[in-house]
C-alpha cells in the first residue's frame, strides 16, 4: 500500500469534530490535544506534558473509574503509521485506556515519547492498578514512569541488559550458564 | 531366648518394638533437665519474617512467587513476583501475520484459549472493518461459553484441591474432561484450539452437533449440582472461606480488577451485558453477583455462572442460524480445499494467504471481551503491513493479581492460599 492510499484512507481530517462528549471536554481542557475516531473509538492524541492532568481529568472530572491499560508502541520501522498529521510523531507511544463504568464508556489516550528523553508521568498514584503495566512498559521499552512507587523489572530477569520489545532489540539466543553465574536464573 | 541374658534380650525387644519409637516418660535426671540454647545472636521473637512461596508450589498455580511479610502466622503484605513464565509472546507476535496470530495469543490464558482467539480476532476484523456472518458470530458464542464452562469446572477443581477438599479436584475434573472433549470434537483440539481466527471461525459445527452439546448441559448442570451439595453448606468449607480476602468495590476498582473479583464486591460489570458483543444481546441470561467479596463469594459466582453459560449454551443450540461460518473474502480466509484443485485464482488465493498473509490498514484498536478472568483485551496497532507492529493482550490475571494487595493483609498464612485460588490467576497471561 503506497503513502498516497494511507492518506485517502486512514485518518485524512486533522481536526475532526469529536462526537464524543468526553473527547470535547479533553480538548477544551487540553488545547492542543487531537481528536480522532479511530474506527468508532474515541482516541485522543495529547502532549506528553499533560499526561498525568489528563489522568486526572478523566478520573475526577469525568468519572473515569478505571485505566484498563498502560501499553508502549515502538514505530521505528512502521512503514506506515496511523496518527493524525497534525501532532508531532516520535518513536514511542504511550497508550492508556480508560473505562466509566457510570457511563459506561471507554476513552484512549495517546501521548508522544521520544527516544532521546523516553520518559512519561506515573499515573499509579490516580490509578494504583497501574502499577504493573507501567513496570511492565518500563521493563519491556525502556519508557521510564516519572513517580512510580516501585520501577523495577517485572517480567525480564533483573539483570537483563536492553528492552525487548524494542524493534532494535533482535530477539537472539541468550547463552544459558549454570556454573558460576553471579545470579543464577 | 534361654541363651540371650536378660538385658540383651531387653535391648532386642527395644530395636524391633514398635513402642521404642515412641517417648518414652521422662525418668530420673531427666525430669529436671533444663534445656539451654547457645550461640548467637538470635534475631529478636518480635521481627517480622519474610516468607518466599513458589515459584514451584502446588498452589500457586504454576509458576507465580510470592514474597510474603509475616508477624508470628499473620499476613502483613504480599509481594507477587512474576515472570517465571515470560516468553515474549507479544515479540512472538509481531513476527507471526495475522493468519498465523491466533495460534500464538491462544497459548496465553492456556485455560480459556478461545476468549484469547476471540479479542485477537475481533481486533483484527475491527481494523478490517469486516462484518461477520451470523452463523459465525454464534458458534463464537457457543465455543467461548464451553471453554467458560471448562475454565469454572477447572477452577473448581483447583480451589477445593488448594483448601482441602481433594474430593472436589476429582469431580471438577471429571466434568472438565467431558467439556475439552466436547471442544475437542469441535475444534480438533482439547486445548489451544486456533479456531476463532479473523473472518470466522476455521471449520463448521459437525454433524449432530447438537445432540453432543445438550448431553453436555445436563451432565455439566448435574455436575454442578453436585459441587453444590458438597461444598456450600459444608461448614468446613465455609470456616475456610467465608470472610476471607475481602475486598471492597473501591479497592477492586482502583487496582484495576475485573471479573468475578470485582462482581464479588456487588459490582455487577459484565461486558457481555454492558457492552454486548457477538450475540449477547440476543441471548437470555443473569449476570452473577455477591456482596460480600470473598473467597466463598468468588466460589459461588463462579459456580453460577456455569449455569449461566449452560443456558446461553442452549439457546445457540435452539437458535444457530443458518449461513456462512466465516466471511466469503478470499483475501481474508481461505477458498475451500475443493476448489483449489479446479481454479487457479482459488489456488493463488490459499498460497499468498498461508505464505504472505493478508495486510491490514495502518491504525490501532482495543477490543475488550469478558474472558472467565474479567475483561481480556487486545491493543492492536497495525502499519499496513501482514504483521502487526505491536500486539497487546490485556490479560485480566495480571491485573487481578495485583488485588492480593487489598486481600492478604491481616489474613493467615493459610488464607493466603485460599486467596491466591480465589483470584484463579493463569500465570500463561500474566507473563505472556
Known sequence: ?185 | MSDLTNAEARRLEAQTDEGAQELRPLTGDARTQELVLTGGPWPDIDDTMILNMGPQHPSTHGVLRIMLELDGETVLRAKPVIGYLHTGMEKTGEELTYVQGSTNVTRMDYASPLSNELAFSMAVERLLDLELPERATWIRMLLVELNRMSSHLLFQATNGMDLGAVSMMIYGWRERELTLRLLETITGLRMNHNFIRPGGVAADLPDGWQHDVLELCDQVERGVGEYDTLLTENPIWRERTVGVGVITTGEALALGATGPILRSTGFAWDLRKAQPYLAYDDVDFDVIYTENGDVFDRYQIRLYEILESVKIVRQCVERMPAGDYRVQDRKVTPPPRARIDESMEALIHHFKLFTEGFRVPAGETYVAVESPRGEIGCYLVSDGTAKPNRLHIRGPSFYNLQSMDAMVPGGMLADAVAIVSSIDPIMGEVDR
Open chain 1, 1 to 185: 500500500m503506497s503513502d498516497d492510499d494511507d492518506a485517502a484512507n486512514a485518518r485524512e481530517p486533522d481536526h475532526e469534530v469529536p462526537g464524543d462528549e468526553v473527547a470535547a471536554a479533553l480538548l477544551e481542557r487540553f488545547p492542543g490535544s487531537v481528536f480522532v475516531a479511530s474506527h468508532g473509538q474515541p482516541v485522543v492524541y495529547v502532549d506528553r506534558a499533560a499526561w498525568h492532568d489528563v489522568a486526572e481529568f478523566l478520573r475526577d472530572d469525568q468519572q473515569f473509574s478505571q485505566c484498563m491499560d498502560v501499553v508502549g508502541v515502538d514505530h521505528l520501522v512502521a512503514p506506515s503509521r496511523a496518527a493524525p498529521a497534525s501532532i508531532t510523531t516520535e518513536r514511542f507511544e504511550v497508550v492508556a485506556n480508560f473505562l466509566s463504568h457510570a457511563r459506561n464508556r471507554r476513552i484512549r489516550v495517546i501521548a508522544q515519547v521520544s527516544v532521546d528523553e523516553p520518559a512519561i508521568a506515573s499515573i499509579a498514584d490516580l490509578y494504583p492498578g497501574v502499577n504493573f503495566p507501567e513496570r511492565e512498559t518500563y521493563d519491556l521499552f525502556g519508557i521510564e514512569f516519572v513517580g512510580h512507587p516501585d520501577l523495577t523489572r517485572i517480567l525480564m530477569p533483573d539483570d537483563w541488559v536492553g528492552h525487548p520489545l524494542r524493534k532494535d532489540d533482535a530477539p537472539a539466543r541468550v547463552p544459558v550458564t549454570f556454573k558460576g553465574d553471579p545470579s543464577p536464573r
